[in-house]
Antibody, heavy 119, light 110 residues
């Protein structure tokens, strides 16, 4: 079965960096687009970024463009999110989520990892 | 990248039907049929309930249905059950190759 397991969350000071990882299993990772979606405490879902199956295309929400970088290592079945210049408003649970095959529709989600930006 | 517009809350009694609306623009909801709906229970990850406007993934009850008219998509839940109480989010593909979510709707089963 599809499994997406996020890691790397924690408490970080404003202005610092953090890298999240998402380990995938149960499907052919290298053939699916993968996203990061976040949810601030008590708030709704906010789409963050997506990377194509081969890593050639990447798109970002305006709120993180220039600060966050999405990447993947298909040899390790792992997705990453490098987060720089973190702000208090980046505090959220970060989910990785996969698309349906060759379709722009998220069908499976991980359980999320909490990032808290605070001094 | 403005969020899609959903009502903050809806409610219904067991056995009744409710509909949640999701309004966007011609750049997202109105321009594509890649509209999906997610159910999220407290402390849990979202679960796909409807994709491509009106399709149900395997295992999702046929009490859940979706539709679209112009720039507004809708999720209807018939025969409400206690376990349907959750937050519901719509999502759309956009003309910028990004995705956008609605603000979420809290469903209360009275």
């Amino acid at each position: 079965q599809v499994q997406l397991v996020e890691s790397g969350g924690g408490v970080v000071q404003p202005g610092r960096s953090l890298r999240l990882s998402c380990a995938a299993s149960g499907f052919t990772f290298s053939t699916y687009g993968i996203h990061w979606v976040r949810q601030a405490p008590g708030k709704g879902l906010e789409w963050v970024a997506v990377i194509s199956y081969d890593g050639s295309d990447k798109y970002y929400a305006d709120s993180v463009k220039g600060r966050f970088t999405i990447s993947r290592d298909n040899s390790k079945n792992t997705l990453y999110l490098q987060m720089n210049s973190l702000r208090a408003e980046d505090t959220a649970v970060y989910y990785c989520a996969k698309d349906r095959f060759r379709e722009p529709t998220i069908d499976y989600w991980g359980q999320g990892t909490l990032v808290t930006v605070s001094s | 990248q403005s969020a899609l517009t959903q009502p903050a809350s809806v409610s219904g009694s067991p056995g009744q039907s409710i509909t949640i609306s999701c309004t966007g623009s011609s750049s997202d909801v109105g321009g594509y049929n890649y509209i999906s709906w997610y159910q999220q229970h407290p402390g849990k990850a979202p679960k796909l309930m409807i994709y491509e406007v009106s399709n149900r993934p395997s295992g999702v009850s046929n009490r859940f249905s979706g539709s679209k008219s112009g720039t507004t998509a809708s999720l209807t839940i018939s025969g409400l059950q206690a376990e349907d109480e959750a937050d519901y989010y719509c999502s759309s593909y956009t003309s910028s190759n990004t995705r956008v979510f609605g603000g979420g709707t809290k469903l209360t089963v009275l």
